[in-house]
């Protein structure tokens, strides 16, 4: 269950957001410029909202009555960027293995890469660098690392945007098949309309940081 | 002053500013999403610094060793100013070099030259080939 109301300053408009989900994919969707990284900065402690509070499961990650704000190490939240942010000078095992040194009781090993690797298709990529990876495989690398430390969020922001048609269709429904094996809520960001409709359990559409009632899934 | 301590130290001086300026333009070139991802996978920011930072910068931070290097190689006026030129002790190539010339030892000063040029030629011949070699590892 994930819960937040923030407002956030921007250099144009103010951010103002209220949302509430269970373990569902919500769709933030509107146009460029809208906000929408934002929010999931904010949800990932990478920015801090100028007020409101997020709560995930019952852990409050953030709170500016309470002046909580979890560090973005701490939040287990896991992050798709929009241009995969694949450290260039690891492999891809290496990628995948990083969130998991960090785990002092579970330290993470070869075999959970490698499996992990083969959920998405991408193993015998393990030795690979970034570099040498097209574009698909690279958002499948980069969603075995987001998810990888286990976590209780996954935060994608604009997962299609790079693709060409097939490679962009065949993701859909595998982001699909990886929310109903992981069960926990999923936030997504584009600004593509069909996208959000083949994906959103939930659609809100975002404009200069305004919430707007989504259009119903039929008009999609 | 006047000992070798004198001498490094006024390398050091002339040429920080070289190493300064490249070095913060490597870690300047680094893209901040990098950071951003090591943060959300639970790395703690000394982690970050040396697991992602560094490693990323290495070749720029390389660059400016090599800048320093030269640079400190051929320091002379500082150098002849507070280490002196004391022959075992704090005399430089650049100072033994000039000193030759002034003597009218050309055979020495010639030696020297050609030492010092095999020598640098040698250095970045070789981190070159590092660097090349660091570059196809990545692509």
């Known amino acids: ?220 | 002053m006047f000992t070798w301590w004198a001498a490094v130290l006024a390398s050091v001086v002339v040429a920080f500013p070289l190493m300064y300026q490249s070095a913060k333009a490597a870690f300047r070139s680094v893209d901040v999403n990098f950071e951003k991802a090591a943060r959300t996978l639970g790395a703690s920011e000394v982690r970050i610094f040396f697991t992602i930072t560094v490693p990323l910068a290495w070749p720029g931070i390389l660059a400016g060793l090599v800048l320093t290097f030269a640079r400190a190689l051929g320091e002379f006026g500082a150098t002849l100013m507070v280490a002196g030129n004391i022959p075992g002790q704090t005399q430089t190539v650049p100072l033994a070099i000039y000193f030759a010339v002034e003597s009218g030892d050309n055979t020495t000063a010639g030696v020297l030259v050609a030492v010092i040029t095999v020598f640098s030629f040698a250095v970045i011949f070789w981190v070159n080939r590092w660097a090349k070699r660091r570059g196809n590892n990545s692509e």
């Not at chain 1, 330290?107 to 959970?112: E, S």
């Open chain 1, 1 to 220: 269950m994930l819960e937040f109301q923030i407002t956030k300053t921007l250099w144009y408009f103010d951010l103002e957001l209220h949302v509430r989900i269970g373990n569902q994919i919500l769709v933030l969707w509107g146009p460029s410029g809208s906000g929408k990284t934002t929010v999931l900065h904010c949800l990932a402690g990478l920015l801090k909202p100028s007020a409101g509070f997020i709560e995930l499961n019952d852990r409050v990650l953030f709170s500016s009555d309470r002046k909580i704000n979890v560090p973005a190490r701490l939040r287990n939240t896991g992050y798709l960027f929009q241009d995969y942010a694949l450290f260039s000078h690891m492999t891809v095992r290496h990628n995948v293995m990083y969130g998991l040194l960090k785990r002092k009781n579970r330290p993470g090993t070869d075999a959970d890469v490698v499996e992990l690797l083969k959920l998405f298709g991408v193993e015998h990529l393990a030795d690979r660098y970034p570099g040498q990876l097209s574009g698909g495989e690279k958002q499948r690398v980069a969603l075995a690392r987001a998810l990888a430390v286990q976590p209780e969020l996954l935060l994608l922001d604009e997962p299609l945007n790079a693709l060409d048609k097939n490679t962009r269709v065949s993701l859909r429904q595998e982001i699909k098949k990886i929310h109903r094996r992981w069960r926990i809520p999923f936030v997504l960001v584009t600004h593509n309309e069909e996208d959000a409709g083949f994906l959103g359990d939930e659609i809100v559409y975002l404009n200069r940081g305004r919430l707007f009632s989504p259009p119903s899934p039929a008009t999609l």
